[in-house]
């Protein structure tokens, strides 16, 4: 589902409502209201001022395209329902084909909400024998009139669904009623106490001559409203002056840093591979065993290579120094350094497959088997004059060593992929039980070994005993002792870094807050993350997270989701500590800080982040840097850092945070709440909650919940969905829309666009992106969050 935009005008209202709307308005909330909202919806929308009691507010009212809506008649047509007629219905007696009243949510395309299509056929058949068998000609007339283009239709249907005694009048047990039924719908939880004061306030507002009910009439003022004129959201090439950016221009500029990297390492790896297959082309041995011989030690010295690189990407300590230098930051892409590895370890897949599958496949038969007497003439000497038999050949040290790297890369390998890592469901049920974040952390450990028997393996080479050859310790030793070092950096720092908790919060959804006291020489930056160990858990285990702290803060903090077997563990260890009354926290160890992607926000002026889920917590450290410059505005926008020098921060932020759970909004409140006012100083950050399992606005099944929130924002300064001063938009965002609006609003800027979640959005984001910034004269580049 998603959110959809209008700009047409709609009908004034009648004269003689007993509601009298004010004469103008085109915020989204009062000014009046106690509190300011955050933000405004990025769908275009019209505010309906009403008087509740001695007070001016605003309703939100619906655009064309949002109006009441039964069902979605785009996705769903009448072809399509009498399709799925067909399918139910049965004919008895050889009567005409029907179906059970209870398949009517089936046949409508309203399967995943029986209780509100039930609702729905009794109000389109009336009090009286509702449940009865739906013929094919009674479905399309209720059909019809669900679908009827004309407003009045719908919302006298509306009407007869909240009038549950069908007496032309609603009053506010029927509002309830309603309320309580579509709650649970959008999988919201409402009490009954907050579903009286709700219904409570719509019958404030529209029953102003306290008669106790409603009537059709002043439903209707909630539904209708003039809508001002405006340009639509495909509309945003318009009144641009500038050209805009060529795409070649524009890809070349997102990529041309990662691009240089990885031609870099090609061309190296291609060139020891040349250097090293001519080398082998002119030696004796080639006369026995071809160019076999020659692509193996071609392989092998990239081999020697990427095992030495690898190692670079995954020193996290070294890459968070060399980041803060703008030279380097700005030639090398560090916010790749994990796709990096994983190249790398690709290229050392094909360099395995490479050296050893033409050593086993061609090197040993022709030596077992090569004529005796060119054998003699050439490598006999380095096999003791022997000509040895293939299996003797697999019991030499070199090769033994090679095949045990072989079998030990195969598990680390195939470990570190993403279903094994994620204990994915399409891995069968044994598998998984083996498999997960766990294993794949110990598993690559077995990297120790590896590098252990690759230098045995390079010491014992049969075809040569020339010291000069045997280059293997030359390429890893700096990579080596770099990683050594700081993994020995890591495990001194940590080990003072006990951290004293100082708040312990568990949310819903499974997710643990800790808030501890700042070691004293932290130092961080908004984005960072650090590592935590339990050693209850695991002495040996550190996991990633976001804090969720700012650097001017007193104190670090996390949101951990548990997703995993450890996070489940700590999360059962600190639920279990909460209960008990002497409340002893398991140790907690951190390492860090590190740096990460969404550190690269301070480079613009405007800045976007879009986090799905847990994924907002690399930004929630930023939104606080926002609020900590805000109340100090001698700063300005210019933060100092914790290296003594003065960094330029960005002058505006829009967080666009999508979440399918309502308990979700529950992890950030205080934050949110802190935003908010921070918000009424100066207007540095906009906030959008997306809440997915809620109905798209519009959709019958929202819509009084969506009038609700916004008589009840308007009025208390609060949102019913979120319980802070943000306003929580419906069903997932229109990403369109929102970069149309963004281009429209920021010509000519750069903006920044950092995305923590799923990979899918990520690939649909970062082709916005480049979409807008060919088509308008915004620029907007995409940074994504690895770990």
Known sequence: ??????????????????????????????????????????????????????????????????????????????????????????????????????????????????????????????????????????????????????????????????????????????????????????????????????????????????????????????FKVSLPKGSSATSYQKDQKLEPTSKAEILFRSYWRRTWIILFWLIVCFALFTWKFIQYRHRTAFQVMGYCLSTAKGAAETLKFNMALILLPVCRNTIT???????????????????????????????????GGTHLACDFPRISGSDSSTFRQTIAARFGYQQPSYFQILATTEVATGIAMVILMMIAFSLATKWPRRQSPPLPRSVRKVTGYNTFWYSH????????????????LFLTDNLTEKTTWIYIAIPVLLY??????????????????????????????????????????????????????????????????????????????????????????????QVTRLKQYPKIYIDGPYGAASQDHIKYDIVVMVGLGIGVTPFISILKDFASRVKKPNINHVAASGEGRIEKGPLKAYLYWVTREQSSLNWFMDIMQEIAETNQKQSVVEVFNFLTSVYQEGDARSALI?????????????????????????????????????????????????????????RELERLCTKFSTKTTTRFVFHKENY
Request: contains cysteine.
């Open 321 to 355: 120094w060399l980041r803060k230098n703008r030279g380097f930051n700005s030639v090398i892409p560090f916010n790749d350094n994990i796709n990096f590895h994983k190249l790398i370890a690709a290229g050392i897949v094909i360099g395995v497959i490479l050296h």
């Open 1 to 222: 589902m998603e959110m959809r935009k209008g700009s047409q005008s709609a009908q004034k209202h009648p004269a003689n409502l007993a509601l009298s709307p004010s004469s103008s308005s085109s915020s989204c909330s009062s000014s009046s209201a106690s509190v300011v909202p955050l933000t405004c919806s990025p769908v275009e929308q019209t505010a309906l001022p009403y008087r509740l009691g001695s007070r001016r507010i605003s309703v939100v009212s619906l655009s064309d395209c949002e109006r009441l809506r039964f069902v979605d008649t785009a996705g769903s047509e009448w072809r399509n329902v009498e399709n799925r007629f067909n399918r139910l219905a049965t004919t008895v007696n050889g009567h005409e084909p029907v179906v059970k009243w209870s398949d009517f949510g089936s046949c409508i395309g309203m399967r995943e909400s029986p209780e509100f299509a039930n609702e729905l056929l009794r109000a389109l058949r009336g009090r009286r024998d509702w449940k009865k068998d739906i013929t094919k000609n009674e479905l399309h007339n209720y059909w019809c009139r669900m679908t009827d283009p004309w407003l009045d239709s719908r919302i006298e249907l509306f009407f007869d669904l909240c009038d549950r005694n069908m007496d032309g009048r609603i009053d506010e047990r029927d509002i309830k009623k309603v309320i309580l039924l579509s709650a649970p719908i959008n999988k919201l939880s409402v009490k009954h106490e907050e579903a009286e004061e709700q219904a409570s306030l719509i019958m404030e507002v529209l029953d102003i001559e306290h008669r106790g009910y409603i009537e059709p009439s002043q439903l209707e003022s909630l």
């Open 706 to 762: 969506s009038i609700i929130q916004s008589l009840y924002h308007a009025k208390n300064g609060m949102d019913i969905v979120s319980r802070t001063p943000v306003h929580t938009h419906f069903a997932r965002p229109n990403w369109f829309n929102i970069f149309s609006k963004l281009a429209r609003g920021h010509r000519g800027e750069r903006i920044g666009v950092f995305y923590c979640g799923p990979l899918a959005l990520a």
């Open 445 to 460: 450990h077995l990297f120790i070994l590896v590098y252990a028997l690759l230098i045995v393996h390079s010491m014992f």
């Open 484 to 577: 050594a070092g700081e993994r020995i950096i890591r495990a001194i720092r940590s080990g003072f870094c006990e951290v004293e908790i100082l708040k312990v919060n568990l949310y819903p959804g499974k997710v643990l807050s800790l808030k501890w006291r700042k070691p004293e020489g932290f130092i961080h930056k908004s984005g960072m993350y650090i590592f935590i160990q339990c050693p209850q858990i695991s002495p040996f285990e550190w996991h990633p997270f976001s804090l969720t702290c700012g650097p001017k803060d007193d104190y670090l903090s996390v949101h951990i989701r548990t997703l995993g077997d450890w996070s489940y563990q700590l999360y059962g260890l600190f639920q279990e500590a």
